[in-house]
């Protein structure tokens, strides 16, 4: 499985770090802004922006990797 873990919150932006198996996962992006993003959203309407400060190409063996297509 995997999580996510609240890094800041600054001027009304939310930022975020996944771990776990969302760490790399081809579908992080996904999850945040369907998933994650909505739920912040619909429970604090101010809040402009969700950031994902994950390092997702890092790790032993991530799904996801900068410069693959």
Do not use: W
């Not at 999850?31 to 994950?54: F, M, N, Q, S, Y």
């Amino acid at each position: 499985g995997g999580f996510v873990e609240l890094i800041d919150v600054q001027d009304n932006r939310v930022y975020l770090q996944m771990g776990g198996g969302c760490q790399g996962c081809g579908a992080a992006d996904v999850t945040l802004k369907a998933g994650i993003e909505r739920l912040i959203r619909d429970e604090i309407p101010e809040v402009e922006e969700v950031l994902d400060t994950t390092d997702h190409g890092a790790g032993s063996n991530p799904y996801y990797s900068p410069g693959k297509a």
